[in-house]
């Protein structure tokens, strides 16, 4: 199960559940998803929602509690796969706008620059002005790159 927030042209943004990525992609495909507020179907684009999830074989996460029998380093190992797999998908689906981040935002949020997902760097007190503007973001540490063998 993976969890999308959806944004429509109109500014509206919300949730939407689907099976994995392909089920969002036939959804939109055959025009079954539509915007709440305004009704749009064609302007949807998908932002990744911070609870998004997938589901394994295996069981979820919530089903896998640490144990004394687990392997720590295992466990090490699987999160930093998990932080790979995410930082991938921010360099492959969000602009790099670097030191740019904020004035971006700010312009993105306010409606003079088209809405776009946008990753790069902000200060401290640049936060806490995002922070006072209510512009949602995420901050993550973006861990090294795997050396290619």
């Known amino acids: 199960m993976?969890?999308?927030?959806?944004?429509?042209?109109?500014?509206?943004?919300?949730?939407?559940?689907?099976?994995?990525?392909?089920?969002f992609a036939s959804q939109q495909r055959e025009g079954l998803l539509t915007c709440p507020q305004c009704g749009d179907r064609r302007?949807?684009?998908?932002?990744?929602?911070?609870?998004?999830?997938?589901?394994?074989?295996?069981g979820?996460?919530?089903?896998?509690?640490?144990?004394?029998?687990m392997d720590p380093a295992r466990l090490a190992d699987s999160v930093v796969q998990s932080m790979r797999t995410l930082q991938e998908?921010?360099?492959?689906?969000?602009?790099?706008?670097?030191?740019?981040?904020?004035?971006?935002?700010?312009?993105?949020?306010y409606g003079v620059e088209e809405a776009k997902n946008i990753r790069g760097v902000a200060t401290p007190a640049e936060e806490k002005m995002l922070d006072k503007e209510g512009i949602r973001y995420l901050k993550m540490p973006m861990p090294g790159k795997k050396e290619e063998q």
């Open 2 to 23: 993976i969890v999308f927030d959806l944004a429509c042209e109109c500014g509206f943004l919300f949730e939407g559940w689907f099976k994995d990525h392909e089920e």
């Open 43 to 58: 302007c949807l684009r998908k932002v990744l929602s911070p609870v998004a999830f997938q589901k394994k074989a295996c």
């Open 60 to 69: 979820t996460l919530a089903d896998r509690q640490p144990s004394a029998e």
């Open 89 to 109: 998908f921010v360099e492959k689906n969000f602009e790099d706008v670097g030191s740019d981040f904020t004035r971006k935002a700010l312009k993105i949020h």
